[in-house]
């Protein structure tokens, strides 16, 4: 039993890290979520809301792992500071006691 729990842990990570299997995470977050079907009942103090938090942080990484791949940092933050135009400026510092 516990071969099988950790495969469908380990397919689940792999499914969660995949781009292809995204959408199909947030989808599947969401309406786990808002089914009235929960793997532990909601009326059992903690362990009812467990399952719930391990779904949203499921979901929020996923969403922050969507939105980070499709968003590209401006040119201007590219610019290595020590570069302008090709050019390599070399600078000597002096300490003032």
């Known amino acids: ?17 995949s781009p292809r299997y995204g ?39 996923e969403l922050l792992n969507i939105i980070s791949s499709s968003w590209s940092p401006p040119e201007a933050s590219k610019i290595n500071s020590d570069e302008v135009d090709g050019e390599v400026i070399d600078v000597e510092s002096v300490s003032i006691d």
């Open 23 to 61: 959408w199909l995470v947030v989808a599947a977050s969401l309406v786990y979520l808002f089914s009235p079907f929960d793997l532990s009942p909601d009326f059992i103090p903690i362990l009812g809301q467990i399952d719930d938090i391990v779904i949203i942080t499921v979901l929020a990484t």
């Open 1 to 17: 039993m516990s071969s099988l729990l950790i495969s469908l842990v380990n397919w689940y990570r792999q499914s969660i890290r």
